[in-house]
């Protein structure tokens, strides 16, 4: 089992968005997969279409984590009805895959934990939730906008982070101090996490100014700045108001970029040089 911390310290920079695209990319390939809605502001849950009956939303299961009962209390995301009746409409092999997608679903309970002074103890409670975790092979953890409890709590569990930037001077500045942050974090209580991936989201191809920022990113950050990039798309809202998953979505642009997920997420799982990221970090260290 794989766990990918999705995180950024600015709001709104598609965190939530690249969780639920490469969520969809997952479903789409058959990879059980769990997603992890620790935003208060719970717009994962939103996305991935759930409705809970009487489940623990994940804020209830952090503060008994050894009593969760994690498998007792995650809901299928309504993407997977879909995934299943598109599969057998189309008669694809992939409509005899596990189809697994599910949501701890998000609330405001977790506020509680977003503090800047959390323990070791505090720290540990999604690693314990996720100690009762099945079969899944990926777990996708969406992080609010901030480097606060929740965000290292989600650090602290995880094998992986994925820091998602726009390709802006103030996103370009705030990831490198969240890299440092990472550093930091990594040396006192998560030695095993990877440094971290970038993604780089809403990519204007038009614009000077983005191309200018990505290759300053890819400067400073060589081969951890992920790709593909993810292009600015105009029926992005639509598709997220319709709480639908992008692989679903008729339409050419859907199809592209539901293209780039699946691309982003192997890449995301198995990257490629493993010695230029070590370079890159020592780099970034300085
Ligand atoms: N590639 C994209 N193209 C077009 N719109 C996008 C793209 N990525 C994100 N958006 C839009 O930008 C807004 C913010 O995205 P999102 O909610 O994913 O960001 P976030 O980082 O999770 O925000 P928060 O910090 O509030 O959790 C949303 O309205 C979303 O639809
Ligand atoms: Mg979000």
Redesign the pocket.
């Known amino acids: 089992m794989q766990v990918v911390s999705?995180s950024?310290l600015?709001?709104?920079?598609?965190?939530?968005?690249?969780?639920?695209?490469l969520a969809s990319a997952a479903l789409a390939a058959g990879i059980p997969t769990l997603v992890v809605d620790l935003?208060p502001?719970a717009?994962?849950s939103t996305?991935l279409g759930v409705s809970p009956d009487d489940q623990l939303d994940i804020g209830r299961m952090l503060r008994s984590p050894r009593r969760a009962h994690l498998a007792d209390n995650v809901v299928a995301s309504g993407w997977v009805g879909q995934a299943r009746a598109n599969g057998a409409a189309s008669g694809s092999a992939n409509g005899s895959a596990p189809h697994v997608l599910d949501v701890a679903v998000g609330s405001a309970y977790t506020g509680i934990y977003d503090r800047p002074d959390l323990g070791r103890r505090d720290l540990r409670r999604l690693s314990t939730v996720l100690a009762g975790a099945g079969d899944y092979e990926l777990v996708l953890v969406?992080?609010?906008?901030s480097l606060n409890g929740l965000t290292r709590m989600a650090w602290s569990a995880s094998d992986k982070v994925a820091l998602?930037a726009e390709p802006g001077l103030f996103s370009v500045a705030g990831t490198e101090r969240t890299m440092r942050a990472i550093q930091l974090f990594r040396q006192e209580f998560a030695p095993k996490l990877s440094p971290a991936g970038i993604v780089a989201?809403?990519?204007r191809s038009g614009s000077a100014e983005h191309a200018f920022r990505l290759a300053e990113m890819e400067s400073m950050f060589g081969e951890l700045l992920l790709t593909p990039h993810?292009?600015?798309?105009?029926?992005?809202?639509q598709?997220?108001g319709a709480a639908h998953s992008i692989h679903h979505w008729p339409g050419d642009s859907a199809k592209n970029?539901a293209g780039l997920f699946d691309a982003l997420l192997q890449n995301l799982l198995h990257p490629r040089g493993l010695a230029a990221a070590g370079a890159v970090r020592d780099r970034s260290q300085r």
């Open positions: 999705i950024s600015k709001g709104g920079v598609g965190k939530t968005s690249v969780t639920s695209g935003d502001h717009d994962a996305a969406d992080c609010p906008p998602v989201n809403r990519v993810i292009p600015e798309q105009a029926n992005w809202q598709i997220q970029a």
